[in-house]
């Protein structure tokens, strides 16, 4: 967090220098921390409405919410609000912005596939992502992303326009100046998929996490594996998938084998290969 902060901040006084206008640098930290409150807020309810998802019924849905109940009492986490989403694709996510405003969402496809013990592994994963406020982190650094990428956007496009300290320092014969100057652009400009790598990588890394504890629930990491080798069977996307929440699913939606070839340089889960090898204690 503290990298990706540094980072934004780190875009925003470049282009208000390349300017010459301090008051971008203020609009841009400001805008920053109003998009930060907004998404801590309302992260759940804009996740589950892009999902689809509509509140799951105890008496349609009982072993999904005895699990999950079976689950709380185990982890010591209050229930969190449960969420089913009508796709045939087997998935799951948790969202929230901490663990008394925490929602877990699994679709039709998912319900119908598991077994109990599946069904077990893959809700304990998701009540690691909350127990582990993976669901506040994420959605932050989304925001920051898409905050980075909004200023490089804006100021790649009013590059068009001339202007700002680049001509002045050609003017002035500031060589080092237009040095810096040319520096700076390159780094707006690839801002937002250096920013993207970052969010991947964290996302990465907080899926093999949630495993690990997931597995330290239920003491038996098995169910999970079992449960990840048939979402990796079904190919197929989520009839919903987009970019924005893909990273919050339990595997990807856009199918188990959509990263392939340069794809994978983009990832925003760990190969399902490599995360059922370490579940059952393989080397990969």
């Known amino acids: 967090m503290a990298v990706f902060l540094a980072f934004a901040i780190a875009v925003g006084y470049f282009i208000s220098y390349y300017y010459d206008s301090p008051g971008i640098l203020v609009a841009a930290v400001i805008f920053a921390l109003a998009m930060n409150i907004a998404s801590y807020w309302y992260s759940d309810r804009i996740s589950l409405s892009l999902a689809g998802a509509v509140p799951a019924e105890k008496a349609r849905y009982p072993e999904l919410h005895e699990a999950?109940?079976?689950?709380?009492?185990?982890?010591?986490?209050?229930?969190?609000?449960?969420?089913?989403?009508?796709?045939?694709?087997?998935?799951?996510?948790?969202?929230?912005?901490?663990?008394?405003?925490?929602?877990?969402?699994?679709?039709?496809?998912?319900?119908?596939?598991?077994?109990?013990?599946?069904?077990?592994?893959?809700?304990?994963?998701?009540?690691?992502?909350?127990?582990?406020?993976?669901?506040?982190?994420?959605?932050?650094?989304?925001?920051?992303?898409?905050?980075?990428?909004?200023?490089?956007?804006?100021?790649?496009?009013?590059?068009?326009w001339g202007g700002g300290r680049r001509g002045r320092d050609r003017e002035e014969g500031g060589q080092i100046g237009a040095i810096l100057a040319v520096v700076g652009i390159i780094f707006v400009i690839l801002s937002p998929i250096v920013a993207q790598l970052i969010q991947l990588a964290i996302s990465r890394k907080r899926e093999f996490l949630a495993d690990a504890d997931g597995a330290l629930l239920t003491r038996y990491p098995e169910g999970l594996a079992a449960a990840l080798e048939k979402i990796q069977a079904y190919d197929e996307p989520m009839a919903r998938a987009n970019n924005a929440t893909a990273h919050l699913f339990i595997a990807n939606p856009f199918g188990a084998h959509a990263d392939r070839g340069l794809a994978r340089l983009f990832m925003t889960h760990p190969p399902l290969e490599e995360r059922i090898a370490i579940l059952r204690g393989r080397s990969t």
């Open 68 to 160: 999950a109940d079976i689950l709380a009492i185990s982890a010591g986490l209050p229930t969190p609000a449960l969420y089913v989403i009508n796709d045939a694709a087997p998935n799951a996510f948790a969202t929230g912005r901490d663990k008394n405003h925490a929602a877990i969402a699994v679709t039709t496809g998912l319900l119908g596939m598991m077994t109990k013990d599946e069904l077990i592994g893959v809700l304990a994963h998701e009540f690691s992502h909350i127990g582990n406020r993976d669901t506040l982190l994420m959605t932050v650094v989304v925001v920051l992303v898409g905050f980075i990428a909004i200023l490089a956007n804006i100021f790649t496009r009013s590059l068009w």
